[in-house]
């Protein structure tokens, strides 16, 4: 029918037939056909989904993500803090699984460059170890044990949802809050407020291990950070 909208798609292939140009010229712009179909989700069209791409590329090499590895003076740092781990099991759905233990946090001691820095190698890090045409988001996990206003640090989530919405489209899968505790209500009520519809349904308070077993096997969380 005429003046009718493209199809999903019709845009998928727009879309890869533009990024099939680009790539060619320059093959570190390459994306592979999953992340496509997720810039499209996120962006809506073609044409949004491709300025979205391009920008990504230009932030990747700009911020130096190919140079974060484990040895990577920020990420090692990071790491002996035990400021995060993606651990080696992952959840129900087969996700990888990111975890964040918020008493290792303290907003006064911290380098906020520094450790959006690092939260980009952990995304990176879970994001290469998804099985694509399985499933390919990740599970987020906050555990708030010993959770005290000193980790609350705003700045960092608002870094983090910043990165999965501009840069990593669709890598959320869920976000799993567990040992939560009042003193966190007043601080999730600003969070949320961040936050659109859809990704905040994508985030679960865990109330007891009978819950958490929904989502993944509680004996694959750390007990040793």
Known sequence: MAGSPPTPEAQFQDLKSRMKLISEADPEQYHNDFSLKRYLRAFGSADSAFQAILKTNKWRKDYGVAELNPEHSVVKKNLEANKARVLKHRDMQGRPVVYIPAKNHNVSERDIDELTKF????????????????????????????????????????????????????????????????????????IKGWLDEKTAGKVNFVSSEADLCNYLIPDILPDDI
């Not at 939260?119 to 555990?143: G, H, P, Q, S, T």
């Not at 919405?165 to 567990?178: A, D, K, Q, T």
Request: proline fraction near 1%.
């Open 119 to 190: 939260i980009v190698y952990c995304l990176e890090d879970a994001c290469k170890r998804c099985f694509e045409e399985v499933i390919d988001n990740l599970c987020i996990v906050f555990d708030l044990k010993d959770f005290g206003l000193n980790c609350m640090d705003y700045q960092l989530i608002k870094n983090l949802i910043w990165l999965l919405s501009r840069h990593y489209p669709e890598r959320l899968g869920v976000c799993l809050i567990i040992n939560s505790s009042t003193i966190f209500s007043g601080c999730w009520a600003v």
